[in-house]
């Protein structure tokens, strides 16, 4: 497959990992966050662990969407389409995370509810268009990557005054998470967490460009790598954090220099801009609330907006008690850690997020790594 | 006869309209109108001596040897697609399922759950379909049923299809007889049916030119057991794709597996529309495929019959069964890692991000 496999040949692969077990010093240990679940099923679809030496240890971040949604949001979501009788649109994965009650938007829809699974936001707008006297709310979700398209849908709503369409806005910001997990205490203070670099996801950053991490490797001394989601991408990012800390260097590079610039997408930049605006706090599952790190639709929207046309009241709901999500999203615990991971908690009957989406920790564990059994347990020191 | 020329002849009705016409809650009834249909439909296109005799039953003459029975219901959506449509389709699934034992099939029969309003062009279509893919097939469709429900209630037809066939003696074939050792071969390429089926629904729109691989695959088995009768598993990968059907035997025969990704034959088509919507090749379902198990002596005799048959043309050795009390069935990647080949969990949903 032309434009794919240059980034999937074998034997490139082998001699970067040549290059990186030759350059690993082995009196250390490379502590590298994997910020975004496209990364963390990039490690485990293509068994990347079994190319790289043991010194290099990744930490799968919490850069999933449906993995950070709290249970109050999907709550909010299956209350619009059960209470309030709307056509509740939403991106797939979504369908299956668990909610309170031992309730999901899937299992709401096989009681009645009207929900339907779309692939983009245009989509739910044609749902709009094609049923006018029906209320169509999106179930807005993800990074910086979805935020574009749910402002332009909004945009096209208020130019053809769709009486009939809203968002429930839930998109969330990377640079905010990762500040989160650099000040929590375990990373801070404790050293529970080690934490030596990142690999910070390329798509986020055609959006944001690569300056909005500048802080985190001046203020708190890691150095971050922007990678692309091919397996090669993965491995030269790697070989680039050990380089930098071998030299002590903490600097933001760019290794998918074919699509990411400093200065990231003006364009979509200015789009979400116009439609959207900083929460002041936001709750993130496993992060608990996080300040400035979620968007919410500005007032000139204010009429598209399903918190507001449906007056949702927001209620925080507790994990389930025996679930680690919250802590194998801040790196605390590996997914073979959790007491239920692969027994109550598997991808058919997820008890936690993690195990919901294929990009989720647990998810990628499962499916890519049983064979592995406890030589995955032993890493996770 | 009437003195009147303008009064209609007795017992005239008025032909099926196959162009224009609609099925109506009376194409159900059990009255003048379904008897209509089955005559002039499904008799027609249908045609073998017991059909003719218009009973309820088949009256079969019993074969000698084990014999096997299948089912499969059949709700594709859309019902036309490239290299098929839900006629064709459930006449090989069936043919399949029943040969997938090592057997001959002999018998189908047919059972039509029609939506109220669904054009007759589009059901004679599929009819005519059926009755080519059976016509080709040799195996007679000896009885049938329709019913009809109200609009609203189906999703325009839905088919089921029953299969009978007989078993050879000397051949066993089944799930759980694969042992560390055995060599795993595919007869081609995998995820086209799926493939195929994707490009056509509505909201994913996207060109390819893949056709599904729908086919029959009863000449093909009955050619790689001449050449191998020590054949020790034979599964057509349908549902969940080569990965469900590993992990099914792996499971029945309380082995593991270990394929190679290099070697499973993927269309580039079918890989770059897979990577597209976040799928994987190894899930997608096929409609003319089989895996096959067989000692690793015969491994070769086997690849060579599949491949002389132009159904197994592109067949592949992917890898060995081996020992593993887990049932795990692991791959190595083209990468150079090794990673699970699990259960599919749910349906392939695309990614969002």
């Not at chain 1, 938007?105 to 006018?132: C, F, Q, T, W």
């Not at chain 2, 218009?54 to 019993?62: I, K």
């Not at chain 2, 325009?156 to 050879?168: L, Y």
């Not at chain 2, 990673?339 to 749910?346: A, F, Q, T």
Request: hydrophobic content about 40%; glycine content about 8%.
């Amino acid at each position: 497959m032309k434009y794919v496999d240059e980034f999937r040949d074998g034997k490139v692969a082998r001699n970067l990992a040549q290059t990186i077990a030759a350059e690993v010093r082995p009196e250390r240990r490379y502590h590298l966050m994997e910020f975004c679940g496209g990364h963390t099923h990039a490690i485990s679809r293509y068994g990347l662990r079994d190319l790289l030496p043991p010194e290099i240890r990744f930490i799968h971040g919490p850069g999933c969407p449906v993995c950070v949604l709290p249970i109050g949001r999907i709550d909010s979501a299956i209350a619009l389409a059960r209470d309030h009788g709307v056509i509740l649109c939403s991106y797939g994965d979504t369908l299956r995370v668990p909610a309170s009650e031992r309730m999901s938007l899937l299992r709401a829809k096989a009681e009645g509810a009207d929900i339907r699974m779309v692939y983009s936001s245009a989509d739910a707008l044609k749902i709009a268009r094609d049923n006018p006297e029906r209320e169509v709310v999106f179930f807005a979700i993800g990074f910086e990557t979805t935020t574009p398209p749910t402002a332009v849908a909004l945009r096209q709503a208020r130019n053809e005054g769709l009486k009939n369409f809203s968002v429930f806005a839930n998109h969330v910001l990377t640079p905010s998470a990762i500040q989160n997990i650099l000040e929590s205490p375990e990373v801070r203070e404790l050293g529970t967490i080690p934490l030596d670099g990142f690999i910070g996801p390329s798509h986020v950053s055609t959006i944001i460009g690569s300056r909005p991490y500048e802080f985190f490797a001046e203020e708190f001394q890691k150095p971050v790598v922007i990678a692309g989601f091919e397996p090669l991408d993965v491995l030269q990012s790697v070989l680039m954090l050990v380089r930098q800390l071998n030299e002590g260097r903490a600097e933001v590079e760019n290794q998918f220099s074919r699509a990411v610039t400093r200065e990231g997408n003006l364009k979509a930049q200015a789009l979400v801009a116009e439609v959207f605006e900083l929460r002041d706090r936001f709750e993130w599952r496993g992060l608990g609330e996080v300040p400035y790190s979620a968007l919410r639709i500005r007032d000139a929207y204010r009429e598209f907006d399903a918190e507001v046309r449906f007056d949702l009241p927001y209620r925080s709901v507790p994990d389930h008690k025996a679930c680690e999500c919250g802590t194998i999203l801040r790196g605390l615990k590996q997914p073979q850690d959790c007491k239920v991971f692969g027994t109550v908690c598997t991808p058919d009957n997820p008890l936690g997020s993690c195990m919901v989406s294929a990009e989720g920790a647990c998810a990628a564990y499962y499916t890519y790594g049983q064979f592995k059994g406890a030589s995955v347990v032993a890493e996770a020191s | 006869m009437s003195a009147n020329p303008k009064a209609t002849r007795r017992g005239y009705i008025r032909p099926l309209d196959l162009r224009n016409g609609k099925i109506e809650m009376s194409h159900g009834g059990g009255g003048r109108a379904m008897a209509q249909l089955i005559d002039e439909l499904f008799q027609t296109a249908f045609e073998n001596p017991w059909l003719r005799q218009a009973n309820d039953q088949a009256l079969l003459t019993r074969p000698e040897g084990r014999i096997v029975m299948a089912t499969d219901s059949h709700v594709v959506s859309p019902l036309f697609f490239p290299g098929g449509d839900i006629g064709s389709l459930s006449v090989h699934g069936t043919i399949n399922d029943v040969a997938t034992s090592g057997a001959r099939p002999l018998w189908l029969s047919a059972g039509f759950i029609l939506e109220e309003g669904f054009p007759l062009a589009d059901l004679k279509r599929i009819v005519d379909s059926m009755a080519a893919a059976a016509e080709k097939a040799g195996v007679p469709i000896v009885t049938g049923d329709t019913k009809v429900v109200e609009r609203g209630k189906g999703d325009g037809v839905f088919i089921n299809t029953t299969g009978v066939g007989v078993v050879p003696d000397g051949i066993e074939i089944s799930g759980d007889r694969a042992r560390p050792g055995d060599v795993i071969l595919v007869s081609g390429y995998l995820g086209d049916h799926g493939v195929a089926i994707m490009s056509q629904r509505e909201n994913l729109s996207f060109s390819t030119h893949i056709v599904s691989d729908s086919a029959a695959l009863h000449e093909l088995i009955a050619a790689m057991i001449d050449a191998a009768p020590n054949i020790h598993c034979l599964r057509d990968p349908t549902r969940g794709g080569l990965a469900a059907t590993l992990n099914e035997i792996a499971r029945q025969s309380d082995v593991g597996m270990a394929i190679r990704e290099d070697d499973i034959p993927v269309r580039e088509e079918v890989d770059a529309a897979c990577e597209l919507l976040g799928l994987d090749p190894l899930y997608v379902a096929n409609e003319g495929k089989v895996v096959a198990i067989c000692p690793p002596e015969s491994a070769e005799a086997l690849l060579a019959a599949m491949r002389a048959h132009p159904l197994g043309a592109d067949a592949a050795i992917i890898g060995e069964v081996i020992e593993d009390s887990h049932g795990f069935v692991q791959m190595e990647t083209s990468f150079g890692g090794r990673r699970n080949v699990d259960w599919i969990s749910g349906e392939q949903l695309p990614r969002i991000c």
